[in-house]
């Protein structure tokens, strides 16, 4: 079981290049989920999808573009990085609802220089 | 206001010791409580959840809601050293969208 996978696991960016971050999952799951980890900040939010053909905003969307392919994937897009955007970003999926737990990919190592 | 915040530690516990984590959020509204831990460079991975007020016991777990202080906490009973991570604090508002807090790191000294 493949569980949430994600691509990258490490990138360098110069500023002002953009990239994608890609994540999928194999469980059937309907929510999926971009965070950012930075020291001490703990995840914030960058935008969810609480079901196929939905996202929406979560903490600091700024900067940042999503897709929901299909069920299995949701991008991840920088148009133009910053130095700010220097972090590590999680992707996660549920089945949604009350209760039920988030399983995370192993994260992508992301540095802008 | 934070949606999620916890203390931010970092928190030494002697081995065989009760480590006692605690959170607070801000909408009233929120659902569910989750309890996450993270090993240093590892993905978050779920440790217990709650959604009614009183305690929920999982081995040495217990996490306690108080929804009207709107305050959850996490107790780990007979602490050992793989305890040592840092704790992730996360609550559901609408069933979707799930808003973490900035975690405690908890060290067991043995």
């Known amino acids: 079981n493949a569980g949430v996978t994600q691509t990258p696991k490490f990138q360098v960016l110069k500023t002002g290049q953009s990239m994608t971050l890609q994540c999928a999952q194999d469980?059937?799951?309907?929510?999926m989920y971009w965070y950012r980890q930075d020291p001490g900040m703990g995840l914030r939010l960058i935008y969810y999808?609480?079901?196929?053909?939905?996202?929406d905003k979560g903490e600091v969307p700024n900067g940042y573009n999503v897709s929901r392919l299909n069920k299995r994937e949701f991008s991840l897009r920088l148009e133009s990085a910053a130095p700010s955007q220097t972090s590590v970003y999680f992707c996660?999926?549920?089945?949604?609802?009350?209760?039920?737990?988030?399983?995370f990919g192993q994260g992508t190592r992301l540095t802008v220089v | 206001q934070k949606e999620v915040e916890q203390n931010s530690g970092p928190l030494s516990v002697p081995e065989g010791a009760i480590a006692s984590l605690n959170c607070t959020y801000s909408?009233?509204?929120?659902?569910?409580f989750f309890w996450y831990r993270q090993y240093s460079g590892k993905s978050p991975e779920l440790i217990m959840f709650?959604?009614?007020?009183g305690d929920k016991e999982d081995g040495r777990f217990t996490a306690q809601l108080n929804k009207a202080s709107q305050y959850v906490s996490l107790l780990i009973r007979d602490s050992q050293p793989s305890d040592s991570a840092t704790y992730l604090c996360?609550?559901?508002?609408?069933?979707?969208?799930?808003?973490f807090g900035a975690g405690t790191t908890v060290t067991v000294r043995a």
């Open positions: 996660a999926s549920s089945t949604g609802g009350r209760g039920t737990e988030a399983f």
């Open positions: 469980m059937n799951h309907n929510s």
């Open positions: 999808s609480a079901s196929e053909g939905t996202t």
């Open positions: 909408d009233r509204g929120s659902q569910s």
């Open positions: 709650i959604y009614s007020n």
């Open positions: 996360a609550v559901n508002r609408d069933d979707y969208k799930l808003s």
